[in-house]
Structures are given as C-alpha cells and as structure tokens.
C-alpha cells in the first residue's frame, strides 16, 4: 500500500521520501550523531525515549542564545527595551500556543511547572477541588455536591493521581473486551451520577505506554450532553497529533487541555501548558498571589487583583524564557508537518512492531494493533526490564525506558494483575523487594529517526534475547535502587563532575 503525505506543494511517498525529508531536522537535533561510552566501548546513541523526554534543537538553542538571549530581562515593563521585548515576545508565545491548540475567545493559558503533572494539578486548584489535606477532617459535602471524576483506563498517574487527591470521587471507565474506552460504560455512569452538581471527564488522549488513543471529542459530547465538563490530557500525544478544542460540532468542545512542550523536538526546558475555558474561573483570590498580580495595594491593607486572569495567574517572574521556548518548539512542529509527522510515524512503527513480535521470548502490550502512535512496550521473559534498558544502552546505544510508565493500573489490566497478586507484590516491595515490582520496556518513536535506527532495534532485542543468560552474568542489582550496574559504570560519571 502506497503512503502518501502532502506538506504544502510537496507530495510524499513510502519510498524513502519520507525519511529523507526529516533529515535535515535530524541532523539539526542536537546529538543526533552522537557517541558515549560505555563498559564495551564508544556507542553511537539511538535515541528511542521521546515519550519521556523530547530533543534540543540547535537552530532553537541558537536563537535563544543569540538573538534573544541579549535582551533577557523582566517583564512587567514596557520603558526600556529589554522589558519591552520580553513582555512582547512572552505574550506573542503564548498566542503561538493558543492558535496552535484553536483556543476560543474565553480560553485562558497559563504556563505552570514542568510540564503537565503541574498543569493539571494548578487546574484543580483554579477549580476549588483541592483543599490542604489537615482540613480534610473538619469538610464534609453532601454527596450530591461531591464532584464526579470519569478517567479511562489508559491514564497516565498525573492524570489519575491529581484527580485522587480532590475533593471528588475518581470513577474509571473500564475497557472494551478489545482494550478500548467502553463509551456505553460512560454512558450508563452518566446516568448513575446524574444528580452529581459537578461532573468531570478527564481523559487522556493518547496511552503513554501503548500508543493507543481513546475518541475523546465523542467523550467530550457524552459530557456536556448530561452537563459536564471535558478535560484532556495531551501529554503523550501533543508533539505529533493536531490539537482542536474547538471542533465544529460545540459538543464536543474540549474545556481543558494540559500537556508537556518539553517532549516535543526542541522543547526541553520549557513549562507545562494549560488551556481552559475562563469562564469556569471563579476565584477571588489567585492561586499565587504576589508581584504583578495586583492593580494597587496601599499601607492599610487594602488591595485590588488585576482582573485579567492570565495576569493575575502569573504571580512573580513570569516563565517567559519557558514560554519562548515553548512556542519554538511548536513552530517547528507545525513547520515539519503535522500530516507528514503521523505518515512517517506510521511507517516507523510498520518496520519495527511485526519484526519484533516474531522474535521468541517478546510480549509487545497490545501487540495486534498497529492503529497507534510510535510508543511500543514489551517484555522478555525471565529478563528484568532495567536490565534489558541497560543492555541496550551498554550494547547498542539504544536509548530506552523501562518500568511501569508511571501508568500502574493500566499496568495491572495489561498484565492481567488481579486484586490478590497485586497485593502480594504490595507487600513484597514495602518489604524491600522491588524485584516484585511489574514492568515493561518502552521504545518510543519520532519521525526523525530512521529505517536504519529500527532495524539496529530490532537487532539489539534479538540479540540480547539470543544471549540473555551470558549478558546478564556482568551486572550486578541494586536492591534500594531497583537498578542494574556494570562494574565499570562509576568512570562514564565522573568525568561529567570535572572542570
């Protein structure tokens, strides 16, 4: 089947055009040709962890170096130049990210931490759904007024955490018998929670450690078909998929997104976004109140916030350089392509998932399914995860994640963990044991990399497979750390701590 994408004027095949038209961005993505050594000498690094963390760019670090690095200063002022460029360039970031996710008139961005762990928690508490937990005993809701929160499955913990940790009742929606998000499932929880004042779907876009995405504007229009709301988590997917809160049909309006810049090509180093509808803002008080948040205060206590709730949610020095950078690395998304992004992604996972379910010994998670993006999981038998990672970084340059994702119940569901054997690997790791801890190996993928970095992976885990029993036999394990060590791995460190 021929693959075609179109970018612009310009139209792409399957043979091969693809991959060359993503070598100029690799070649300028900072260590793409890189070697580090290792206990069996220098390796070139195959990075395969974008899931976890994106790339810098260096035409990105140049420009911030640069063109915008002399005029770094505060903003809040508009006097002299250096206020006046940092406060034009940090507003013009943030309408950089809002026409790139088709915010609306009464969308608010805000820049918060990190990434999307501090998005959505700052989202909770704009919301009035977090309270300090020593008061917890001393507030008790009616029950009607105790907020509903539906998640998938699928979610990611800063997703399902966050939403523990409220005042809310967290409900999942469990899965189709083919791993889906149960929409009929949602659909009778909306009847059983009908009497609920406040109900919320928060729901991840896209599985971080399957690839699998859920149909989140027909969750969205279940929602505000019974008067919720639709909240959704991007972080696994918003560096490769386009992002709409504002389809044409209002139902399926998305009233807040949060996801992380710092995975995207050119974004780490850059804060979480979130967008939401202002209108759901109803606070007097800001979440952090300091400088620039005020209109005017006085000796007497008297004091009056700014309405503007994208000033008044931006207490102290704003994140301007993090917003800056932000904004780049989505111009640099829209500029390689959205359309040619998810063609070439596709084409990676078509070289690398059936080759590697045929070698013996590897389980891929949700293997059968190629309808996914470029995030594959998978285990060997009787071999550790960590130690699979450092085989493959030790071998072969490969860089990998291992562990649960940060994803433990979809874990459970993708393991088929029930209740009594989780509670026994419960038990083993307060004890010590992290060896009883469940996990998996991560490749994720990016455009950027090419035909010859997936068949290096596929070689990598065959031969590690084929030779599991000697490899092992060289590492020693870490029980605090649940960690595996080369005997020579202190010397690649120290080096890093010399002037």
């Known amino acids: 089947m021929e693959i075609k994408a179109v970018i612009g004027s310009?139209?792409?095949?399957?043979?091969?055009?693809?991959?060359?038209?993503?070598?100029?961005?690799?070649?300028?993505?900072?260590?793409?040709?890189?070697?580090?050594?290792?206990?069996?000498?220098?390796?070139?690094?195959?990075?395969?962890?974008?899931?976890?963390?994106g790339r810098l760019y260096a035409p990105i670090e140049r420009k911030i170096m640069e063109e915008i690095g002399p005029y770094v200063a505060n903003t809040h002022t508009e006097s002299n130049i250096t206020g006046t460029k940092m406060t034009l360039a940090y507003q013009y970031a943030k309408d950089v990210m809002k026409r790139h996710v088709n915010a609306g008139p009464h969308d608010v961005l805000l820049l918060e931490g990190a990434g999307t762990t501090s998005a959505v928690n700052k989202l909770q508490r704009l919301l009035g759904l977090r309270i300090p937990e020593r008061f917890r005993p001393y507030i008790e809701l009616p029950k009607s007024k105790v907020p509903v929160i539906f998640v998938t499955h699928m979610e990611h913990h800063s997703n399902l955490l966050s939403w523990m940790e409220t005042i809310g009742e967290v409900i999942t929606i469990r899965p189709t018998a083919t791993g889906e998000v149960d929409v009929h499932h949602l659909q009778a929880l909306l009847h059983q929670y009908k009497d609920r004042s406040l109900k919320i779907g928060a729901f991840t876009a896209c599985s971080n450690v399957t690839g699998l995405q859920t149909p989140y504007y027909t969750l969205a229009k279940m929602m505000h078909e019974h008067g919720g709301l639709c909240f959704v988590d991007f972080a696994a997917s918003a560096p490769y998929v386009s992002i709409n809160m504002h389809p044409d049909d209002p139902l399926q309006k998305l009233d807040a997104i949060y996801f992380s810049p710092?995975?995207?090509?050119?974004?780490?180093?850059?804060?979480?976004?979130?967008?939401?509808?202002?209108?759901?803002?109803?606070?007097?008080?800001?979440?952090?109140?300091?400088?620039?948040?005020?209109?005017?205060?006085?000796?007497?206590?008297?004091?009056?916030?700014?309405?503007?709730?994208?000033?008044?949610?931006?207490?102290?020095?704003?994140?301007?350089?993090?917003?800056?950078?932000?904004?780049?690395?989505?111009?640099?998304?829209?500029?390689?392509?959205?359309?040619?992004?998810?063609?070439?992604?596709?084409?990676?996972?078509?070289?690398?998932?059936?080759?590697?379910?045929?070698?013996?010994?590897?389980?891929?998670?949700?293997?059968?399914?190629?309808?996914?993006?470029?995030?594959?999981?998978?285990?060997?038998?009787?071999?550790?995860?960590?130690?699979?990672?450092?085989?493959?970084?030790?071998?072969?340059?490969?860089?990998?994640?291992?562990?649960?994702?940060?994803?433990?119940?979809?874990?459970?569901?993708?393991?088929?963990?029930?209740?009594?054997?989780?509670?026994?690997?419960?038990?083993?790791?307060?004890?010590?044991?992290?060896?009883?801890?469940?996990?998996?190996?991560?490749?994720?993928?990016?455009?950027?990399?090419?035909?010859?970095?997936?068949?290096?992976?596929?070689?990598?885990?065959?031969?590690?497979?084929?030779?599991?029993?000697?490899?092992?036999?060289?590492?020693?394990?870490?029980?605090?750390?649940?960690?595996?060590?080369?005997?020579?791995d202190d010397r690649h460190v120290r080096h890093l701590f010399t002037f």
Not at 24 to 47: K, L, N
Request: proline letters at 5%; hydrophobic letters at 35%; a negative charge.
């Open 262 to 488: 710092h995975k995207f090509l050119g974004g780490p180093g850059s804060a979480g976004i979130l967008v939401f509808d202002g209108r759901l803002y109803q606070n007097r008080i800001p979440d952090h109140p300091g400088g620039g948040t005020v209109l005017w205060t006085n000796p007497w206590g008297e004091y009056q916030y700014v309405t503007n709730i994208e000033e008044r949610e931006d207490g102290g020095t704003p994140p301007f350089l993090q917003a800056i950078r932000a904004a780049l690395a989505i111009k640099l998304k829209e500029k390689m392509g959205i359309e040619a992004i998810i063609k070439r992604e596709q084409e990676l996972i078509r070289l690398l998932l059936p080759s590697l379910k045929t070698i013996p010994s590897v389980h891929v998670l949700e293997g059968e399914r190629e309808d996914r993006l470029g995030i594959i999981s998978f285990i060997i038998e009787d071999l550790h995860y960590n130690l699979v990672v450092k085989l493959l970084n030790d071998y072969f340059g490969i860089q990998a994640r291992g562990g649960c994702s940060c994803a433990g119940p979809y874990g459970h569901y993708l393991l088929g963990i029930d209740q009594k054997q989780s509670a026994s690997m419960v038990k083993s790791m307060e004890e010590g044991n992290l060896l009883a801890k469940p996990g998996w190996v991560r490749i994720s993928l990016h455009p950027i990399m090419t035909n010859h970095d997936m068949y290096q992976i596929i070689r990598a885990i065959r031969y590690i497979v084929q030779h599991k029993e000697s490899l092992k036999t060289a590492y020693e394990y870490d029980e605090a750390k649940n960690e595996f060590y080369h005997r020579e």
């Open 10 to 53: 310009q139209r792409f095949t399957s043979h091969g055009e693809l991959e060359t038209y993503f070598q100029p961005f690799r070649q300028a993505t900072i260590g793409a040709d890189f070697s580090f050594a290792t206990p069996f000498g220098q390796q070139r690094m195959i990075y395969a962890d974008w899931t976890a963390s």
